[in-house]
C-alpha cells in the first residue's frame, strides 16, 4: 500500500516539476494522472477489505473422511469435495485458502499485496484495478515520450543557432 503511495506521489511530483510542459498541457495531466491515481488507491482498498466470497463454516462435522462426498444439485447426484476444515461441500471453483483458512467461492488467487483472495465478490474491483494501474503506466509513458520529444527539438534548435 505504501510503494503504491509513494509511486502515486512520485509520478504527480515528476509532473509537477517538469519544464517541458506549457501550463494547459501539465495541469490537464496532473487532472488525468491524479484521476487515475485516486482511483486505483479506491479499487485497492476494496479489493483488499470487501469479502471476497468466504462460506460459512459447519460446526457439525460430516463424521467422514473422503475426499469426495456425493450431493443432489437440482435433483441430479453430482460429485463434490469436501473441505475437512470447514466441514462443508466445496462448490464448483470454489477452493480452500491456506492462508485466510476459509473455503472461498469461485476461488482465483491469494494475493499478497492485498493481503486478501481475489474470488467472486472482489474480481471486478481487482481487475478494474489492474487496469487502472496499467492506465497509470501507460500515461507515465506516453508523458516522458512527449518530454523526449521535446527535449530533443529544443536540443536541434540550439544546434542550429
Ligand atoms: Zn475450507
Ligand atoms: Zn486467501
Do not use: Q
Not at 100 to 119: Q, S, T, Y
Not at 129 to 136: K, M, T
Amino acid at each position: 500500500m505504501l510503494t503504491m503511495i509513494l509511486v502515486s506521489i512520485a509520478s504527480c511530483l515528476f509532473l509537477a516539476f517538469t519544464e517541458h510542459f506549457e501550463k494547459k498541457l501539465k495541469i490537464s495531466a496532473f487532472v488525468c494522472l491524479l484521476t487515475v491515481n485516486v482511483a486505483h488507491i479506491i479499487l485497492f482498498f476494496l479489493a483488499g477489505f470487501s469479502d471476497p466470497g468466504i462460506m460459512k463454516r459447519n460446526e457439525n462435522s460430516f463424521g467422514c473422511h473422503d475426499t469426495f462426498i456425493k450431493v443432489v444439485h437440482k435433483g441430479i447426484f453430482k460429485k463434490t469435495r469436501l473441505c475437512e476444515t470447514c466441514n462443508i461441500a466445496k462448490p464448483f471453483r470454489s477452493a480452500h485458502c491456506s492462508e485466510c483458512d476459509n473455503c472461498v467461492l469461485r476461488f482465483d488467487h491469494h494475493c499478497p499485496w492485498l493481503g486478501n483472495c481475489v474470488a467472486k465478490r472482489n474480481y471486478k474491483y481487482f481487475y478494474f484495478y489492474l487496469i487502472l494501474v496499467n492506465i497509470h503506466c501507460l500515461l507515465l509513458l506516453v508523458f516522458l515520450y512527449i518530454i523526449y520529444l521535446k527535449s530533443f527539438v529544443m536540443e536541434k534548435k540550439l544546434i542550429k543557432h
